[in-house]
T-cell receptor, first 115, second 111 residues
Framework: DGGITQSPKYLFRKEGQNVTLSCEQN?????MYWYRQDPGQGLRLIYY???????QKGDIAEGYSVSREKKESFPLTVTSAQKNPTAFYLC??????????????FGQGTRLTVV | QQPVQSPQAVILREGEDAVINCSSS?????VHWYRQKHGEAPVFLMI?????EQKGHDKISASFNEKKQQSSLYLTASQLSYSGTYFC????????????FGGGTRVLVKP
């Protein structure tokens, strides 16, 4: 079955530590995205990637980093520079890298809590 | 660059109708609509690609006014299963494949 998988589902981090959230897709999609969702809030774009070895900052990239070494993988690192990292993180992918408007498929999310 | 949604929340009785609006300050390539149930991933409803386009999914439909840079989602004869948070996502003409979302509209359908 094709899909997009995020792991882990729940993650706890101590203050001052970096943590990496995994996102893998086997849909052969070119574009991948990371969003942050706070309780009762919308989805805010952190980073997105249209193609392997290339990515762009979204609206709230500070304190985060990504890599796109493989088409199917787009891990997100939440660094210690992110002052308020507790949130629900969603990864998504879409087939088309050229801005021609195809639906985004979402993973089930990772809930990160700083303790 | 994030689109603005209104209202923020709506409460309906089963069978009632509702409209959710989404507007952008930038020229749009497309508008997406998604629904998210609590604690779950957003699920795609529909995408509108051309000005004036309208699409439907069951009794949920949407329109796109490209000139006004606005889209509206119509919930007709609402069912309990329509409860959730609805998000519009927009792709802006000047920003390539960057999909950004509004703040969401929480919909609660009561029996």
């Amino acid at each position: 079955d094709g899909g997009i998988t995020q792991s882990p589902k729940y993650l706890f981090r101590k203050e001052g530590q970096n943590v990496t959230l995994s996102c893998e897709q086997n849909l052969n999609h070119d574009a991948m995205y990371w969003y942050r969702q706070d309780p009762g809030q919308g989805l805010r774009l952190i980073y997105y990637s249209q193609i392997v070895n290339d990515f762009q900052k979204g609206d709230i990239a500070e304190g985060y980093s990504v890599s796109r070494e493989k088409k199917e993988s787009f891990p997100l690192t939440v660094t210690s520079a992110q002052k308020n990292p507790t949130a629900f993180y969603l990864c998504a992918s879409s087939i088309n890298p050229t801005g021609l408007n195809t639906e985004a498929f979402f993973g089930q999310g990772t809930r990160l809590t700083v303790v | 660059q994030q689109p603005v949604q209104s209202p923020q929340a709506v409460i309906l009785r089963e069978g009632e109708d509702a409209v959710i609006n989404c507007s952008s300050s930038k020229a749009l390539y497309s508008v997406h609509w998604y629904r998210q149930k609590h604690g779950e991933a957003p699920v795609f409803l529909m995408i509108l690609l051309k000005g004036g386009e309208q699409k439907g999914h069951d009794k949920i439909s949407a329109s796109f006014n490209e000139k006004k840079q606005q889209s509206s989602l119509y919930l007709t004869a609402s069912q309990l299963s329509y409860s959730g948070t609805y998000f519009c996502g927009t792709e802006i003409k000047a920003a390539g494949n960057k999909l950004t979302f509004g703040g969401g509209t929480r919909v609660l359908v009561k029996p």
